[in-house]
C-alpha cells in the first residue's frame, strides 16, 4: 500500500524531534508491549431499497442488489490493530480492515469502480510530552480519527449500541480521516472534572464532500482504507460530456496523497464529569481550493459537531450529536455549493448482557450555488432499533432494524426515483480477541 509522502516525511520528523528513549528504568521489557486485538463478524442482512452505493447506485445501504428492490447479502468482515509501546511514553498504532465485498455485485450503474477489501484504516504515533496526577500534554502523527463521536466509542472506532453507524458517522467512516499532527492537552480540575483541549493540522482529505453530496446521506458500518476509491451516485453531470465529467469514472479517493498542498485544521474541547456526563465540540476545516487535480475536485469542507452524552442510572443513557456545515468545488457557473445538517438522537438501556438501543436521526442537504450543475436538495429522517447480546465472553449476538427516507433532487434530475423509502435488516455474530 502506498502511504501519502507527506505522511512519511512528518512520521521521520516526529522520530527525529520526540525519540523515544528507553532504559532499564523507565520500562519493564518483561512486559508485553505488542497488544493485538480485533475482531470477526459475519453478518445477514435483507433489505429493501435501490441499488446500494457500493454498487455505485442511490441506495443508502451497504449492499442491495442492482437489480431487485428485495435482496439479501452476507458480509464477512475481519478488524485487525497492533499497538506496540516502543516506551512508557509512547506507542504506535497499526489499525487494518479486510472484508469479502461479496455483497457489491457488477452495476451497469457504474461498471467502473472497485472496492479495496483490505487497507490501513488508521496508523499513528502517540507519544506523551509530560504526564503528573492531574495533567497530561501529548502529540499524535499519523492517520486517526477526531475522538469527537459520542456514538463510536468502542475500540476500532466501533459502537457499543448498534451494527451500523448513525448516517453521521457513516459519513466520518467513509470520507474523513486527518493524516496529520494533533497536541492534546488534558486536566482534571479540583472538582474531580476532566477538561482536555485538542488541535491539529492534516493533509490528504482533499475529497471531503464528494461522497456526501454527490451520494446522499447514508446508514453503513463500513470503514474506509487509505487509498481507496469509493463509487459515487450514477449523477448525469458525472457523465462523459458532462459538466464535471473530469471527475475520475470509478468514484472519488477518501484519503491519500494532498491534491493542492494545503493543511488542513481542526479543533476539539471535551468537558467530562466523572462517568456521568460529557459534552463534547468540534471544528473541522480542510481548507481545499476547490480545483480539478489529477481526476479529483479538492472540495473546500468545514463543520462545527456537538455532542453529548448522559448516563442516567446504572442502566439508561441518552446520547446525540448536531453538526452543522458547508462543502463545494469549482467555479461558477459551474460549481457546487451546499449546507449540510445532521442531528442523531440515541436512547440505550443496558442491564446485564443485553443492550436495547433506539436511534432517531435527521439530516439534510441544502443547495446554495443554483448553477448549472445538479440540485444536490436533499432532506431525510431514519430510526434504528438494536438489541445486542454479549456476555463476558468473546462473542456478541446482534439483531437490527433501520427505515430511512430521503428525498433527493439530483436522484429525479439523473432519471431515478427521487425518494428512498430503504429498509434493512440484519443479524451478526462477532468473535473478538485480544
Known sequence: MKLPRLFLFYFF???VLFPPIVSAEEFDESENIIDIFGFVAVSQSNTNAQSSWLNGGFGRFDGGASSLNNSSFTQLEVQLALE?????????????????????????ENPNHSTQSFGLVEGYIDYSIYTDETSDYSLQLGQTFLTSSQENTNPLWQSPYTINFSTWNSWIAHEFRPIGLNFNYQFETFEGDSISFGIGAFIGNDSLG?????????????????NEVLPLG?????????????????????FSNDLDDR????ALVKWQVSDLFNVKLSYVDNNGDRKLWRGEYAWDTSFVNLGSKWQINQNWEILGEWSYGKTGMGELPISVDVDFENTYFIASWHQASTRLSLRIESFSLAEKDFSLAENNDEK?????????????????FAMEYTALKTENT??????????????LFSLEIRREFN
Open 13 to 15: 520528523t516526529f522520530s
Open 234 to 254: 450514477p449523477l448525469f453531470t458525472l457523465e462523459d460530456g458532462a459538466q464535471f465529467s473530469d471527475q475520475r469514472d470509478d468514484g472519488s479517493k477518501t
Open 263 to 266: 493543511f488542513g485544521f481542526h
Open 410 to 423: 439530483a436522484q429525479s434530475q439523473s432519471g431515478f426515483n427521487a425518494k428512498n423509502n430503504d429498509k
Open 380 to 396: 431525510g429522517q431514519a430510526w434504528t432499533v438494536s438489541w445486542i447480546y454479549q456476555q463476558q465472553s468473546p462473542w456478541r
Open 84 to 108: 506496540w509501546s516502543i516506551s512508557d511514553s509512547a506507542f504506535i498504532v497499526i489499525h487494518t480492515r479486510a472484508n469479502n465485498e461479496s455483497s457489491r455485485e457488477n452495476s451497469n
Open 210 to 226: 464528494s461522497q456526501l453530496v454527490w451520494g446522499g446521506w447514508r446508514v453503513s458500518h463500513r470503514l474506509s482504507v487509505s
